[in-house]
């Protein structure tokens, strides 16, 4: 804390005073999602996990294609005793297509992952802080572990454990408000690296028919993640004044983890609400027959 302190003390001698912004959080596809619970700040060292999924949830479903699997996906049988082991083989021979993307299964290129534009606006209880980061690039997707990945047909139950050992994101940011009664601003160039990231996430679906065919949409997930480790720098913070911002670093680098508890639960919802939305377009887009055929067909 003594370096939120002293950035306090000094910014408050300079006589600088920050807006209020409204809450919203705005991608460049227009994604919302509203924060009037945390306590503290959305920290940017979570904006990396709700990158990936949100680009994979603004591909619209390619014109003019069929609603056919490509060929070089490995199909697996789901009344098959070798499910699991067929499906993660499956999973591993597209790790080589990950770097350019994969369209056909609406997976966009991932190394680097860009984003033109991500806005953040909240306003909570003594928080108030706008941001925005622009031409965002991230590294490290596609290096990955994928430590399970299991299907139960029978309860149509999806668990996927997967590590990335570091993942680096670099933008160009302005942010500007209040942390904790403390005036907060800056713009320039924004660098996170985070280390060894491990998610894991339990899908449930559920049928319906479509056209016929059935088809799978999400009943529920459950998201966990943990994170070892995060550096962040933000240049050119407090109109460039060197000493506040090397304050405002150190604390944020010294707090992370503080933090990231204080807002874990806003952060599993947004995972949840984003996955939910990207699988279901996948499952919308090919039939469960399609996906997991029976032997029995």
């Not at 290096?143 to 570091?166: D, Y």
Request: aromatic share 8%; glycine share 4%.
């Amino acid at each position: 804390m003594r370096h939120l302190m002293a950035v306090v003390l000094s910014y408050k001698s300079s006589g600088a005073v920050a807006e209020n912004p409204q809450n919203t959080l705005d991608t460049s596809e227009r994604y919302t999602y509203s924060n009037r619970r945390s306590q503290q700040m959305e920290s940017k060292i979570f904006i990396t996990l709700l990158l990936v999924g949100l680009a994979v949830q603004s591909l619209a479903k390619p014109k003019g294609k069929s609603s056919k699997l490509p060929e070089f996906l490995k199909v697996c049988y789901r009344d098959s005793p070798d499910l699991n082991a067929c499906a993660r083989s499956s999973f591993e021979s597209l790790e080589s297509r990950l770097m350019d993307g994969i369209p056909e299964l609406y997976i966009p290129p991932m190394e680097p992952l860009r984003v033109p534009e991500i806005k953040m606006d909240q306003d909570s209880g003594a928080i108030y802080l706008h941001s925005v980061y622009k031409n965002v690039k991230i590294s490290g997707i596609s290096k990955h572990t994928l430590h399970n990945l299991t299907i139960v047909p029978s309860q149509l139950k999806f668990a996927l454990g997967i590590t990335f050992p570091k993942l680096k994101l670099e933008s160009q940011y302005s942010i500007k408000g209040k942390i904790m009664m403390m005036p907060m601003l800056g713009d320039g160039n924004c660098k996170v690296e985070l280390s060894n990231i491990t998610m894991v996430t339990e899908m449930i679906g559920e049928e319906y028919k479509k056209d016929g065919a059935t088809h799978l949409k999400i009943k529920d997930i459950k998201v966990k993640y943990e994170l070892a480790d995060v550096h962040m720098q933000l240049d050119n913070l407090f109109n460039g004044d060197k000493a506040l911002g090397k304050r405002m670093n150190d604390f944020l680098n010294e707090n992370w983890r503080s933090l990231s508890d204080e807002v874990r639960p806003l952060m599993i919802k947004a995972l949840v609400d984003i996955l939910r939305a990207s699988v279901d377009k996948l499952f919308d887009a090919f039939s469960y027959d399609d996906l997991l055929p029976s032997k029995k067909m």
